[in-house]
């Protein structure tokens, strides 16, 4: 932060603003909605991924406006981007055997999220910190930009994947369900995870432009609404299953219209 409330400025205030806003609202709706001791993977993951975004806007803040030590900062950041990444995808698997049966698919989509992130998590912070904090610091500043673009990239591809397959699925289930009430949920997801999916392009265009400071700060925002998008076109995915279940399992089996 160069002192002076520049354009820069305004967009890191007003994103990471937006972020928590979003995340405290996602909280309360949370709160009220769901017993926390019957919790399950989505509950966990979907409270996870508002506690992660929190932690990476104020670690964020903190590294910009130098409010503290720049290590507090990067720790706090550096573990909600951890939560905030991993906890979104658990979000959207945990609710996607709803519409695939496939367990082979569902097996290797879990197994992919654990893998990106045991590797690509500690990765990334070691050349992060090693970077910023070391002894030498110059080859992990070179090899940290590059890291950066991977890391972000491959998850990327994770999220297509995610919501690929909620379209995919979403897609075909268009084709065997008339009711009115159901084609209209089935569309809004599909529109979701289409939006998802050019959320994060953006994301990733801004990251190869080099836009540093900017990404960091539109990624908060961007993780922050994709959550309230899937908190709520997910919730309704649950009821209409709940409420079509024998409608869903022939559309699943491959059966006629009704």
Sequence with gaps: WSGTFDATAV?????????????????????????????????????????????????????????????????????????????QALVLYSRLGLILHDQRILRAVKWLIIWNALTLHPMTEVFNFAANFGSNREPFARGYVYVEKIQMTIFCIQEFILSGLYLWQTFKLLKVIQKANARRTMWQLFIINAIIIVLDIGLLVIEYKNYRVIEQTVKGFVYSTKLKMEFAILGKLVDLVHATQRTLSTAFAGGEDY
């Design 11 to 87: 967009t890191v205030t007003l994103c990471s603003g937006l972020s928590l806003y979003n995340v405290l609202e996602l909280g309360l709706l949370i709160y009220l909605t769901f017993n926390l001791r019957n919790g399950g993977l989505y509950l966990w993951s979907l409270s996870i991924s508002c506690f992660a975004i929190v932690l990476y806007n104020i670690g964020f803040l903190i590294e910009y406006y130098r409010l503290t030590y720049t290590a507090v900062g990067k720790a706090l950041d550096g573990l909600g981007w951890m939560g905030m990444v991993t906890g």
